[in-house]
């Protein structure tokens, strides 16, 4: 995919889905995505993880990964 803004190649790759490693596994996976030149991930998410029950919403997980990839 050519990133319009300025014409840089997007190198991705879908990184997380549930259910996932433990984060310490995921910071290894993003350490060697980064050395083999990956510049963008993609979370997918599934909503009954973030509510669990109705109404409480925990994003702690997702926010940690987006927190250790950038």
């Known amino acids: 995919m050519i990133n319009q803004m300025n014409n840089k190649m997007i190198y991705g790759i879908e990184f997380f889905r549930y259910p996932g490693p433990a984060i310490e596994e995921l910071e290894k996976d993003l350490v060697k995505l980064k050395s083999l030149g ?8 599934s909503w009954n993880y973030e509510e669990a029950l109705e109404g409480v919403f925990d994003f702690t ?9 950038e």
């Not at 990956?38 to 998410?45: V, Y």
Request: glycine residues 0%; charged residues 25%; aromatic residues 6%.
């Open 61 to 69: 997980l997702l926010k940690n990964i987006v927190s250790k990839a």
């Open 38 to 45: 990956f510049d963008t991930i993609r979370i997918q998410s």
